[in-house]
């Protein structure tokens, strides 16, 4: 495996930016400030209205969040200049770019399937948009081998795509777009082209070299995991609206509607595994299945939370935490409860055991989860 | 065994026989008699052909300058026919395949047009705009002193008019089968349209225009009606293989059998070669 020979100093530099708890989202500069992306992008097709703002700073990772339709895509596109816009605007660090034609533009795209040009070598792809932009021959393959090494693909260097694998040919098709110097990154469902299995070594290293972009990256995806995982920012779209956007722990404890209290249905923490037990951060641990080691993910559903009144003696649970109703909201007959104190998370209960509960903000309540209901997977 | 089996298979019709014997037998008389006229009819001219060929004196026939001339004529013009069709014809695929204007239909029919239009029509067309007097024609010779009728150039000219939407439908086919979104990938790399079509596009519909240039040269190698009624009929100057072959049946029907082999074979070689790039391509 690449990812191993990967120094653990980029993984401890992410650590600090993605912290689980804070709820407010960054913010990017104010206006006048220039950094970054500040973009309302409308795009009308037939009855079909995208209307978005989006603005972003740069070392963001922002992830477009929403079902099959919500324009997430057309949004993508039209940040490259491939889906021109009926209105609005689209500046990146200060500067107009809503009529600069796509060739024009400091925007790089990882498309869906990569579209790896399959006639020309891993080496040819990658150096393709520094010769485009006017490096020489010989500079710009030597460019292009430095982001491959970098991407852990020297060896594939000289590979046509084809004889490529799904996650070899997703970190070309990274590094094709890095070897730009784009200052907005577009990555259009990342791994959607990838089988299960390599979905995680993929998704892990993808989080690393978008940790390290130095500019704003914008990813689509219909994964809530893959949104969670990968950006510091959500922003959920349905009908081609925004419907909410923050942080994923917050949205995933106040969700706004319905639809995101299940698509964002997930408690997300990072820490550092030894065996079956994760140390998080700042402070709990969390008993999991999987036996990992090193920096990890580990998540579980609201629904896998239970609460108790007393401290629980004698359940089945490892995982017992002492925590705070902050507040609660109801969806549908489910209600969420957002719990603060030893573990910021979320909890799905229903109606009923929340009466008998008597669940209200404020008082002490001991949160459980199963070992079995977790899932960590390597950051 | 065969008669035993058919025997067989005619008792018990229902059971009796593999399958595939069965359907053969089976096949109605109204559909395999004029099926194997049919086959008939396109395979005996081509075995006449070989059965009357002066297999003895062919080393002299095809030897004979005249023979040489036209041969090497014909392989130039086509050739030439061929590079003009692809130096106009694939922008006008990609024009066609790539670009949403008003009037694309209508502009995709008049392209097809020379392939249904008889071509001693083409001809006299031609003649009509580039000749001496043509639209066209009469401020090329006033001007420039240019004269393209029964010129070698003509016969390029007239070769390329028949063949070149063979290679333009070919390859208009084989770019909307391409995947535009490579250019799209292209252009977000920082390639201008051209860069992309040339760098991505050309590339990837190289089979397919390779296929569309070998149709294209083959018609243009068999053109007579567009180039005698345009360029006319001079030995050395314009007199291609297949005019050469309409001349020498009237004086040596045997040199034309024999030029008529030359251009069999050349055809069954582009058949071939064709056969292979369509297996590979596809």
């Known amino acids: 495996m690449t ?65 099959n339709g919500a324009g997430k895509t057309t949004a993508l596109r039209a940040l490259a200049g491939l889906v021109p816009l009926s209105g609005g605007h689209l500046r990146l660090d200060g500067a107009e770019l809503d009529r600069t034609p796509p060739e024009s533009r400091p925007v790089g795209v990882v498309f869906q399937d990569y579209l790896l040009f399959p006639h020309l070598s891993a080496l040819d792809n990658v150096a393709f948009g520094p010769r485009c932009r006017g490096v020489r021959k010989a500079e710009a393959r030597a460019q292009a081998a430095v982001w491959l090494d970098r991407m852990g693909l020297a060896e594939h260097a000289a590979a046509k795509p084809r004889r490529l694998s799904g996650g070899q040919a997703q970190r070309v098709a990274l590094a094709r777009a890095l070897a730009t110097h784009p200052r907005l990154l577009l990555l259009d469902e990342p791994l959607a082209a990838l089988d299960a299995r390599t979905r995680l070594d993929v998704r892990a290293q993808l989080r690393r070299h978008l940790a390290d972009f130095e500019a704003v990256a914008l990813l689509v995806t219909h994964d809530p995991l893959d949104a969670m995982v990968l950006a510091d920012r959500l922003v959920v779209m349905e009908n081609g609206r925004v419907v909410q956007e923050g942080t994923p722990s917050h949205i995933a404890r106040h969700p706004r509607t319905d639809y995101i209290a299940q698509l964002v249905g997930l408690n997300l923490y990072r820490g550092r595994a030894e065996g079956h037990t994760v140390r998080l951060e700042d402070g709990p641990e969390i008993t999991t299945t999987e036996d990992l080691t090193g920096p990890v993910f580990v998540a579980f559903p609201p629904g896998a939370v239970t609460l108790h009144r007393q401290r629980p003696g004698g359940s ?54 199963k070992a079995a209901q977790t899932h960590a997977s390597r950051a | 065994m065969t008669p035993l089996g058919r025997a067989g298979a005619a008792d018990r019709p229902r059971t009796g026989g593999p399958r595939r014997r069965r359907v053969r037998g089976t096949a109605p008389l109204p559909l395999l008699l004029p099926a194997l006229i049919g086959l008939v009819f396109l395979v005996l001219p081509l075995l006449a052909l070989l059965l009357r060929a002066p297999w003895r004196s062919m080393p002299d026939l095809l030897t004979s300058s005249e023979v040489w001339q036209a041969l090497r004529l014909s392989l130039v013009c086509a050739t030439a026919a061929t590079a003009v069709s692809l130096v106009i014809g694939v922008p006008l695929a990609w024009l066609l395949a790539r670009v949403e204007f008003p009037g694309r239909g209508l502009v995709r029919a008049l392209v097809t047009l020379p392939l249904v239009l008889p071509p001693v029509v083409g001809g006299v067309a ?51 089968a391409a995947d535009p979104r490579y250019e799209e990938a292209a252009t977000t790399l920082g390639a201008s349209r051209f860069t992309a079509f040339r760098r991505v596009t050309l590339p990837l519909v190289a089979p397919g225009i390779a296929a569309g ?61 064709l056969r292979d790039r369509w297996m590979t391509a596809s």
């Not at chain 1, 709820?23 to 206006?31: I, N």
């Open chain 1, 3 to 67: 990812d191993d020979r990967r120094t653990t100093d980029d993984r401890r530099a992410t650590d600090d930016r993605r912290t689980t708890g804070t709820d407010t989202p960054r913010r990017p500069g104010g206006p006048g400030s220039g950094a970054g992306l500040d973009a309302r992008l409308v795009v009308e097709r037939g009855s079909f209205r995208l209307d978005v703002a989006l603005t972003a700073a740069p070392g963001d990772v922002v992830a477009l969040l929403g079902p």
């Open chain 2, 126 to 176: 031609l003649l009509m705009a580039l000749g001496r007097n043509g639209v066209v024609g009469r401020w090329l010779d006033s001007w420039f002193g240019i004269t393209l009728p029964f010129t070698t150039t003509g016969v390029v000219l007239a070769e390329a008019f028949v063949a070149m939407p063979f290679l333009v439908i070919s390859v208009e086919g084989t770019l909307r």
């Open chain 1, 316 to 369: 089945s649970a490892r995982n017992v935490w002492r925590c705070e109703v902050a507040g609660l909201e109801t969806h549908g007959d489910q209600i969420r409860a957002d719990l603060t104190g030893e573990l910021p998370l979320a909890a799905d209960l229903t109606t009923v055991a929340a009466a008998e509960l008597d669940l209200r903000p404020g008082p002490t309540v001991w949160a459980t989860v």
């Open chain 2, 213 to 273: 240039a070998v149709l294209a040269w083959a018609r243009a190698l068999g053109e007579f009606g567009a180039t005698i009624t345009f360029a006319g009929n001079f030995p050395g100057r314009t007199q291609t293989m297949p005019l050469a072959v309409y001349l020498a049946l009237q004086n040596d029907p045997q040199a034309a059998v024999a030029l008529s082999l030359v251009l069999l074979a050349v055809s069954i070689a582009v058949l071939a070669g």
